[in-house]
């Protein structure tokens, strides 16, 4: 057959070209990853290797690399918790089977972690092999979400209260029905996570979030709804409120202590306040998941990071609450800004404002979410 | 010659069937399987809240007039929204689709490029971006308070103008490129003829080029009405609580909420009702000529 094919490419052509093609788009991912390779990959250390899974932000890059090289035990750091329900619905079917999840320690928020606790895939902590265990702050000692304390650590821990920007809102703002004010229609943000927003609408009820059940929340899911439907609130957020806070969208929005501490770095526009009715205190801690094995790399993991200089170089960083006792003369050398910082060292005053959110039976969470899912148009 | 003929017929006989197996097979293992699983926690209940995997089957087909009752509302808004879209999708993709098949000359393949490039960054990622670009306070909600089509403190995030703003966003492509490819195979000779029988050029349009072009808007509306009634990502970070689609529902259900049978029963409530819409579609603009 003389004369080129109708499609202008001969048989030769069409497999050279497409063996190309096929061979580059084989080589690429393991191009691609072999830069980063390098650096990353770490064969276990002599004292084993351990798998982390957390939020994002939750830690500083020197702390990582000097865990290793002061214990002895390889690191693998992931930042894969986004939300603490989409952590559960993405691991719970492995976790009830009883098979490896790929890591040995999670850090959902205590309520997460009380769940977790119960339906029986977290172990107790080799607490025998962490000494620095006593430096927990007697706030969190036998906590609602673990009483014996034996299979939980808190991470980190913090406020809830309201994040404001006071070009937007032209005032101080001191109180959770500052959110409802007219002026700021269709400019307010509130926490996708239902604990901390209805906490906080429950404290403007006057209902005490530690004890609330169902029948005592409508009242405050109605209000509520109100400001929903009205358009007063403009939309439920994730982590993502503080996109929304520093580009103007939001005048206010409920948000967490350390976020804003680490945006008033670079913006002074935006304030942070635990309001008059009080805010909500939470943590994310620590729990080593079944059917894990590494209990000494485990252990070092929760000894290292309990030393107070390690914790006051992980505070300077996040900007949040440590659970660690007596970093505060740690962080005066470090960062003296930080030391002083109303939100990493709240006054008396302040702390007796924050509540925690009361233990939900599986009934009266399912309550709760279907209600609040409702309210924000899922 | 008659030997090879026939051993040849009964080769070609199954030479079809032999062609099609990978995919059927493909169809079967990853679409129908996968469907039945989905069918039968449709039809489970849940007794367990926090074992979501542990359901009991029960032919609970009370789960279906459950899901219609609660969340009605976003089926509605979601066809509502998908809808426009389509409709937004044509209305601008097809005029851009004609320029480019009839005055493209020798920019057309630019074009094109033009029109698909930015599709090389993630869905997501383009989402988010049109967050910046309808920000309060960016020039795009500022012209338009200028000029008087928004009100004084009007906006586009967080309402669903901005939403389906982002879906028609999203999906144009999807309009553009079929349109592209039926208009393109016309022959312009077919409009001098019908301008030589002393055709108007709004007549020679309407009775040459848009029978043409109808499969084209029809491959296009499928493809961007399909997919716009499932979509939940527009509804995240350019809408409000009140433009909830049934893609953020069945998320929701999924992943807090937990309750697969309801997430399922969802899923086939929308795939029964987006099948019955295509039906109709197709059969009102003709069926002929998509294979024409």
């Not at chain 1, 808190?154 to 959770?176: D, F, H, V």
Request: proline share 6%.
């Amino acid at each position: 057959m003389t004369g080129s094919t109708p499609s202008g490419v001969t048989r030769r052509e069409f497999i050279t070209r497409g063996g190309a093609t096929l061979g580059g788009l084989a080589l690429a991912p393991a191009l691609l990853s072999s830069g980063s390779a390098f650096a990353t990959a770490q064969t276990d250390g002599p004292g084993g290797k351990v798998n982390v899974l957390n939020w994002p932000l939750y830690i500083d890059k020197k702390s990582k690399k000097d865990f290793t090289k002061t214990t002895g035990v390889a690191l693998k750091y992931n930042e894969g918790i986004n939300d603490n329900n989409e952590f559960f619905a993405k691991y719970q079917e492995e976790l009830s089977q009883d098979r490896s999840i790929g890591f040995d320690i999670v850090m959902p928020t205590s309520w997460m972690a009380q769940r977790l606790i119960e339906l029986g895939y977290v172990q107790k902590l080799p607490l025998g092999d962490i000494p620095n265990a006593a430096n927990l702050s007697p706030t969190f000692q036998n906590p609602l979400w673990d009483p014996t304390g034996e299979y939980s650590l808190p991470w980190q821990t913090g406020m809830t209260g309201i994040a404001y920007n006071i070009k937007e809102t032209g005032r101080e703002l001191t109180s959770i029905n500052d959110l409802f004010d007219k002026k700021f229609k269709g400019k307010i943000g509130v926490l996708s996570e239902m604990r901390d927003t209805m906490g906080l609408m429950a404290l403007s009820e006057g209902i005490d979030p530690g004890t609330i059940d169902f029948a005592q929340a409508k009242p405050a899911f109605k209000k509520l709804e109100k400001a929903s439907d009205s358009g007063q609130i403009r939309r439920f957020t994730g982590n993502d409120y503080q996109d929304d806070l520093v580009a103007g969208n939001f005048a206010a929005c409920i948000g967490w202590s350390g976020d804003v501490a680490q945006l008033l770095i670079e913006n002074d526009k935006l304030r942070f306040v635990i309001p008059d009715e009080g805010g909500m205190k939470w943590a994310d801690t620590m729990l080593w998941v079944t059917p894990s094995d590494k209990s000494a790399p485990v252990a070092a993991w929760m000894n290292y990071f309990y030393d107070p200089a390690v914790a006051a170089r992980v505070a300077t960083y996040v900007q949040y609450i440590s659970p660690v006792a007596g970093i505060q003369a740690e962080l005066a050398e470090l960062d003296p800004a930080a030391a002083e910082s109303p939100l990493i060292f709240p006054d008396e005053e302040v702390q007796a404002r924050l509540h925690t959110f009361g233990t939900l039976d599986s009934k009266q969470e399912e309550q709760f979410d279907n209600r609040f899912a409702e309210i924000a148009g899922a | 010659m008659a030997g090879t003929a026939q051993q040849g017929g009964r080769r070609r006989r199954f030479a079809p069937y032999g062609l099609l197996s990978p995919g059927v097979i493909w169809l079967i293992l990853f679409f129908l399987v996968p469907l039945g699983y989905l069918l039968r926690t449709s039809l489970s209940t849940r007794p367990n809240r926090f074992v979501p995997n542990d359901l009991d089957f029960a032919w609970e087909w009370s789960n279906y007039s459950d899901a219609i009752s609660q969340f009605g509302e976003q089926i509605q808004r979601s066809f509502v929204y998908a809808g426009i879209t389509t409709v937004l999708a044509i209305a601008i993709g097809f005029p851009l689709a004609y320029v480019i098949a009839f005055r493209g000359g020798k920019y057309k393949n630019l074009l094109l490029g033009l029109v698909v490039v930015p599709f090389f960054t993630t869905y997501l990622i383009r989402t988010i971006a049109w967050k910046t670009i309808l920000a309060d306070s960016g020039i795009v909600v500022d012209v338009l308070r200028t000029i008087g089509v928004l009100g004084e403190n009007g906006r586009l995030l967080a309402t669903p103008a901005g939403v389906i703003g982002g879906l028609t966003y999203n999906f144009l492509p999807f309009m553009i490129l079929p349109i592209y490819v039926s208009l393109e195979k016309i022959d312009p000779d077919l409009v001098a003829a019908a301008k030589d029988l002393y055709s108007t050029p709004g007549r020679a349009f309407r009775k040459v080029v848009f029978p043409f072009a109808i499969p084209g808007v029809i491959a296009g509306s499928l493809l961007t009405f399909i997919p716009a009634c499932g979509d939940f990502v527009n509804s995240v970070f350019l809408g409000s609580p009140r433009t909830t689609m049934i893609g953020n529902v069945v998320q929701n259900q999924f992943l807090v909420q937990l309750d697969y049978p309801t997430a399922a029963a969802l899923g086939f409530i929308l795939m029964v009702i987006i099948t019955i819409a295509v039906l109709l579609y197709a059969r009102v603009l003709g069926t002929e000529d998509l294979t024409g």
